[in-house]
């Protein structure tokens, strides 16, 4: 069996991952070791030098993911800002953000790295697009979930239970490429 460390405090991304990755002859396994994000203008600029960051430091097989979410009548924000802009104003600023817009609609965009000793990461993208809620809807998931309706649904990410939400959601995208590439090696 494989082992992966998976670079994250994120316990719902972990949960997001090892259900995808069941399927496969691979564990997952948690590492919280932390790396820096830097000021960039995508999330692939940000995923790659956690990568370069971590592959200094850690030399066994280890993926790591960015996210963020990019609504249209606010010009892309919060995007690669999406962990702050939570942190900072949380899901009732955003929604403040967007009390007076029409335009409700936005993405979700998830880049995974992956990186094996000695060889360059590799990036897997996946994206969701859907529309941004009136109000805060749902207690599963984690961070925008609860004001996320992806497109083809009336619901929320967070009134979804892993399983469903993998099959529809820009992480689950992504991580379908990932799995895909074990498959095909």
Do not use: W
Not at 11 to 29: R, T, V, Y
Not at 55 to 65: A, D, G, T
Not at 161 to 183: A, M, P, V
């Amino acid at each position: 069996m494989k082992t992966i460390y998976f670079i994250t405090s994120n316990k719902g991304k972990l949960q997001e991952a090892k259900s995808k990755f069941s399927e496969l002859d691979i564990n997952i396994i948690q590492k919280d070791l932390g790396y820096p994000e830097i000021q960039a203008d995508s999330l692939e600029e940000v995923a790659m030098f956690g990568a370069n960051h971590i592959k200094n430091h850690f030399n066994k097989p280890f993926m790591l993911e960015d996210a963020g979410l990019f609504i249209d009548a606010l010009n892309g924000f919060p995007g690669v800002f999406s962990a702050y802009v939570y942190k900072s104003i949380g899901l009732s600023g955003v929604l403040e953000l967007l009390k007076n817009k029409s335009d409700r609609k936005a993405h979700f965009r998830s880049v995974y790295a992956f990186v094996e000793p000695a060889k360059k990461p590799l990036l897997f993208i996946g994206e969701c697009h859907g529309v941004i809620s009136d109000k805060e809807l749902g207690d599963q998931g984690f961070g925008y979930d609860p004001i996320f309706i992806p497109q083809g649904s009336s619901r929320t990410f967070a009134q979804m239970q892993t399983n469903e939400k993998n099959n529809l959601s820009h992480r689950g995208d992504s991580l379908n490429k990932f799995i895909d590439y074990f498959k095909n090696i």
